[in-house]
């Protein structure tokens, strides 16, 4: 099923919000998307919003002025009034399309509630965030061919791309009590490592750390154990996407990856954006989903006429490194790369699809992260490791420094829109992280 455009898409809508108009900011009328917050600092309670230029709307607020009177029940109301997003995820793609459609209503230009709706505005620049949902379980993919393959060169140069890679959407099943909010510091991990040339392995910080720029999938209303969700309803099921940073400990993983995969290398922390975009605001900016035909083409449970006609989504994704030192001397994040979601060589449905497909159940707020974002050209890579091939090529920043992995006191900041002509530009704000010195052992 591929949503439809609707009136909530019109690129001519403009917000009352003003700043929601200036064709710059990630949030316009036509996008929404949904995030948890309060006022910084304040014992307040985290409440469900919406961000609209650089305001977000508190939905609660809202709520309790009769926005939502068309949606009104018991359901919707617990939703609405809860500190997560996981009710609402629940609740199904009607409803979110019809809270969508209120809203656009609500925050666009001549609507009649502008004035009652001015007290239920907060400026993001005085919120603080929480996770928009809590992650029951999350797991992470590999969809990206082009990072796959040249982390499997560096890994393993005589056999860069095992053969199950094109067949199967690979995963592994991650940690989701170590996923922070944007903001998020932590320590370097320590861990055991197995440096070259010696024959035993040391425990120590982690000498290789990384990032990896990811797509985060928010599942809504999951499935029951035992049932599978076939590939033509696979979207219905996604509540929306946010930026993930999925950060990495190379050494660590070389050391420990075979023969069960990831563990201690990537579970110490990784971080998402507070807002979610909704799928049905990523609508106008769909992209048919191809497949190199001298590739072995999916199997039938993971192939469908929607998919090939716009099963990916153009996303932009960038990722911007601040030193300690550029913090310092008050200059702004320098990018590191540029690449696009489209390129990834599995696709949302098809992760979901797989997922389920021995009965395996999803539940409202599960996360799954796409893998890290490489296009092909090596200047889209999607994570240090890449870039810097293998830590043999220092990458020179503008003010004279140099990386290969991550330095303690480094901040990475990963950015994400979607544009396209006759559409306004939306996008996903940003996730920032900061690495923090490894506490002794
Ligand atoms: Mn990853």
Same mark, same amino acid.
């Given at each position: 099923?591929?949503?439809?455009?609707?009136?909530?898409?019109?690129? =001519?809508?403009?917000?009352?919000?003003?700043?929601?108009?200036?064709?710059?900011?990630?949030?316009?009328?036509?996008?929404?998307?949904?995030?948890?917050?309060?006022?910084?600092? @304040?014992?307040?309670?985290?409440?469900?919003?919406?961000? %609209?230029?650089?305001?977000?709307?508190?939905?609660?607020? *809202?709520?309790?002025?009769?926005?939502? @009177?068309?949606? #009104?029940?018991?359901?919707?109301?617990?939703?609405?009034?809860?500190?997560?997003?996981?009710?609402?995820?629940?609740?199904?793609?009607?409803?979110?399309?019809?809270?969508?459609? *209120?809203?656009?209503?609500?925050?666009?230009?001549?609507?009649?509630?502008?004035?009652?709706? !001015?007290? &239920?505005?907060?400026? !993001?620049?005085?919120?603080?965030? *929480?996770?928009?949902?809590?992650?029951?379980?999350?797991? #992470?993919?590999?969809?990206?061919?082009?990072?796959?393959? =040249?982390?499997?060169?560096?890994?393993?140069?005589?056999?860069?791309?095992?053969?199950?890679?094109?067949?199967?959407?690979?995963?592994?099943?991650?940690?989701?009590?170590? %996923?922070?909010?944007?903001?998020?510091?932590?320590?370097?991990?320590?861990?055991?490592?197995?440096?070259?040339?010696?024959?035993?392995?040391?425990?120590?910080?982690?000498?290789?750390?990384?990032?990896?720029?990811? /797509?985060? /999938?928010?599942?809504?209303?999951?499935?029951?154990?035992?049932?599978?969700?076939? %590939?033509? #309803?696979?979207? $219905?099921?996604?509540?929306?996407? &946010?930026?993930?940073? #999925?950060?990495?400990?190379?050494?660590?993983?070389?050391?420990?990856?075979?023969?069960?995969?990831?563990?201690?290398?990537?579970?110490?922390?990784?971080? /998402?954006?507070?807002?979610?975009?909704?799928?049905?605001?990523?609508?106008?900016?769909?992209?048919?989903?191809?497949?190199?035909?001298?590739?072995?083409?999916?199997?039938?449970?993971?192939?469908?006429?929607?998919?090939?006609?716009?099963? =990916?989504?153009?996303?932009?994704?960038?990722? +911007?490194? $601040?030193?300690?030192?550029?913090?310092?001397?008050?200059?702004?994040?320098?990018?590191? @790369?540029?690449?696009?979601?489209?390129?990834?060589?599995?696709?949302?449905?098809?992760?979901?699809?797989?997922?389920?497909?021995?009965? &395996?159940?999803?539940? =409202?707020?599960? +996360?799954?992260?796409?893998?890290? !974002?490489?296009?092909? +050209?090596?200047?889209?890579?999607?994570?240090?490791?890449?870039?810097?091939?293998?830590?043999?090529?220092?990458?020179?920043?503008?003010?004279?420094?140099?990386?290969?992995?991550?330095?303690?006191?480094? @901040? /990475? %900041?990963?950015?994400?829109?979607?544009?396209?002509?006759?559409?306004?530009?939306?996008?996903?704000?940003?996730?920032?992280?900061?690495?923090?010195? *490894?506490?002794?052992?």
């Amino acid at each position: 099923m591929t949503i439809t455009l609707n009136e909530t898409h019109d690129a =001519a809508l403009r917000s009352w919000v003003t700043s929601a108009n200036t064709g710059s900011t990630d949030f316009p009328v036509q996008n929404l998307p949904y995030g948890v917050f309060k006022r910084k600092g @304040s014992s307040e309670h985290f409440n469900i919003g919406v961000a %609209i230029g650089d305001q977000i709307l508190d939905l609660a607020e *809202a709520h309790r002025l009769g926005i939502f @009177s068309e949606l #009104d029940s018991k359901a919707f109301e617990h939703a609405i009034f809860s500190d997560s997003l996981n009710a609402l995820m629940n609740l199904g793609h009607a409803t979110w399309s019809a809270l969508r459609l *209120a809203l656009s209503n609500a925050l666009r230009e001549g609507a009649t509630q502008q004035d009652a709706l !001015q007290a &239920c505005l907060l400026p !993001q620049l005085d919120a603080e965030y *929480a996770l928009p949902a809590q992650i029951g379980d999350y797991t #992470d993919f590999y969809t990206s061919v082009h990072h796959a393959t =040249a982390v499997g060169k560096l890994f393993r140069p005589d056999n860069p791309l095992l053969p199950n890679y094109k067949w199967v959407p690979i995963g592994y099943h991650g940690r989701s009590s170590s %996923i922070g909010i944007s903001g998020q510091t932590f320590h370097r991990p320590v861990g055991q490592t197995m440096p070259p040339g010696l024959s035993e392995p040391v425990v120590g910080p982690a000498k290789r750390m990384d990032y990896e720029m990811e /797509i985060g /999938i928010f599942i809504g209303n999951g499935n029951a154990l035992g049932e599978r969700i076939g %590939i033509e #309803d696979a979207e $219905q099921h996604v509540f929306g996407l &946010c930026l993930l940073n #999925d950060w990495s400990a190379r050494d660590m993983q070389a050391w420990e990856y075979q023969p069960l995969g990831p563990f201690l290398a990537k579970n110490f922390a990784s971080t /998402i954006s507070p807002w979610v975009v909704t799928i049905e605001a990523l609508a106008p900016y769909r992209k048919g989903w191809t497949r190199d035909a001298a590739d072995p083409q999916p199997l039938p449970y993971l192939e469908s006429a929607d998919l090939r006609d716009s099963g =990916a989504f153009d996303i932009q994704l960038e990722v +911007l490194l $601040q030193t300690d030192t550029m913090r310092k001397e008050g200059s702004a994040p320098q990018r590191l @790369s540029l690449s696009n979601f489209r390129h990834s060589y599995w696709t949302v449905s098809q992760l979901v699809t797989h997922h389920t497909v021995n009965g &395996c159940n999803l539940r =409202a707020g599960d +996360l799954l992260g796409s893998g890290t !974002q490489s296009g092909p +050209l090596p200047e889209e890579a999607g994570s240090l490791l890449e870039l810097s091939e293998g830590g043999k090529k220092p990458i020179v920043l503008s003010n004279g420094e140099q990386r290969v992995f991550i330095a303690d006191g480094d @901040s /990475i %900041i990963m950015r994400g829109w979607a544009q396209k002509d006759g559409a306004p530009r939306i996008g996903f704000g940003e996730v920032s992280g900061t690495l923090l010195p *490894a506490l002794a052992i």
